[in-house]
């Protein structure tokens, strides 16, 4: 059986599999990776204690008095004392496994991982690794001399950097690049083994940082064994998650690991701090684990993602469509964004009213297919979980809100019961059940109040009594400090997504009162505050939807208007294509960009003359369309939601661009 993951780990690897099919992946192989394909003894702790205890043998030093010592000053002092070259030597004797008792203690053999590894690895033209080695290269290249055509290896070391040209991507290349990123022991490299050596690559080597900029950047990158503890990397990984933001987790980190995992709880913050920080998912596995992964990988890149809507609905080919689009995660993944709209045949340039017909008519043939006793429960639950969310985020100005509630009410009346229901997966069961509050299911009190209790899970089962509270609009500033409480209960579930709704529906909330009042009553500073949380929280579980409310509102309040704009136009410039920012999103995003353009201008003149044409110019330098403009002004979305919060003093210019917009469309010009 494989590994059962969170949402936040689907998502990711949903994106890791789009990548490497597009040839977009690249590999970062650490000391851990050694010891899964070939036994080695060696992490970097012990070899450098294992140097430095033989330099001492003869003068009868104690190993056990070095595990107080930082492995790195020790390597510094050999790295003096014997010269880099005979370090070298020493390093490769050691890490070159020759004989000893192999780390793993296991039935299948390292051939058997090796393989279904090295198949993963042709798939890719970059494979950078930070060991000094040689195993490796041996056995890679000797795998790809096997291939149908032979492949060729062609190994770059740190010092071939500057005069390295990064490669573009490519599928099933005819040349891999193996770079050894932090040196080797060869006559034409040495070692980086301290931290004086780490500074002069961060701050005297661009060549090297820039590379590890472009890794991180252009290519979905899976760390096999490695550590997550070499400055440059941690550096350069957080320098790309805070520059391309919005562009989401596909890095994968695949720690090397004996033992079983460490406390759920403990090992999801760890993750989360890590997807926060670095943009990398965590998914620590042990040695076994680790083999029924990648063949489980392996099988979902087989799968057919070409299906498309039958004529006649439903047939035997849902319970397939079911499974794949749970597979890739959820809407903020571009791979099921794609697989769905392919298979209802929808084309990306239609409108948002053709979307939502569309989402409407194949909600509808849901409902008309829980009455079919050959369609399964469980693969229309699984779609309707992932259908309320786009028929959401795709409402157009006719908006059926209706049928997300009807589906899923559809659902809960026909559900299994008794042992049948006891079999369903608890995950499944609990996205199904949260639906009667996303989508504001018409059931009675007593009945909404028993929805924990069809869960057997006691974690599902918590989140679910706090569910009610989650979705209940914020009226009064009495209720902020009741919400703030449910924000920490929330926390305390391991629910960050929802805690940041949550968090973020309270800075809504004192932005609709400033705007009300026409004055601070809530200050920025305290907005600020807030928004940091929520921005932080969004970026550990990697929800884009939250983010963009966040940085919609921080930018609308901004006392440093021009600060905002800037900062918009950075998101804007590099989420054009990523999916995850829909269109209801791009908006938003456009309308801080609107407000913070204004404010600006008012700080030059009091009246100043706000025109659609520089509106227009704005919008077009942020790489948005003319629509996404018009749409502010004709959608009921906008003036219900957003225009509570704008600052009274902008509110009359806004008014003037609506004019400006109407009589334009009169007199055709959009």
Known sequence: MPPVFSPSVIRALSLFRCHMQNGKGAFLLG????????????????LVKELFHDYFKETGYDQKNLYNIRAPELLSFLNWTLGNQTLSKHILNKV???????????????DDYKSIFFSFLRMTNLIVTTNYSTMFDNDFRLYLSKQNPPVELI????????????PRVEIQPQNINLIHLHGRCSPASKPIVDCWQYNELLYDEKNYFNFLIKLFSERCVITVGVSWYDPPIINTASFVRRNFSYIPVSHINLPFSTKGRISNSLQRYLSGAMRALYGVTNIPLIYKQQRVFWENQRELLREDYELQMPDEFPDASIGTFASLLDSFGDYEVAHQHNFLFRYLKLSKDENIDAIQKKLVFFANSLISSADNARIEWQSLAKIERHLRHYLYLYRGRNADHEVRNALWLKLYTQRPEGAEWDKINERLKFDFLLGAFETNAKLPG?????????????????????ANQIWDEITENEQIVGRGKLAEELLRTGWESICAKVLSDILLFMAKQNAKKGDNEYTYSKMVELGMQVEGLSRSVDCISRRVKVDTIMAIWNNNPREARLKLLSILNNVSNVAGI?????????????????????LQSNNPDILLFDIKKLFVEAGLKEKHLVDFFVESVFWNYWYPLIPLNVKSHIESLKKQISENRDQKKF
């Open 582 to 602: 829909y269109p209801i999103n791009k908006q938003s995003l456009g309308l801080g960009l609107m407000v913070s353009y204004i404010k600006a201008l008012m």
């Open 31 to 46: 000391a851990g990776s050694d010891s899964q394909l070939f036994g080695s003894i060696y992490n970097w702790t012990t």
């Open 446 to 466: 007593s009945e909404l109040c028993s929805i924990p209790m069809l869960v057997s899970d006691p974690l599902f089962s918590r989140r679910l009594k706090l």
């Open 96 to 110: 070159n496994y020759s004989g000893k008792p192999p780390l793993l203690k296991i039935k299948e053999t390292k």
């Open 155 to 166: 190994i770059i070391d740190r010092e071939d950097l500057p005069s390295f040209s990064f």
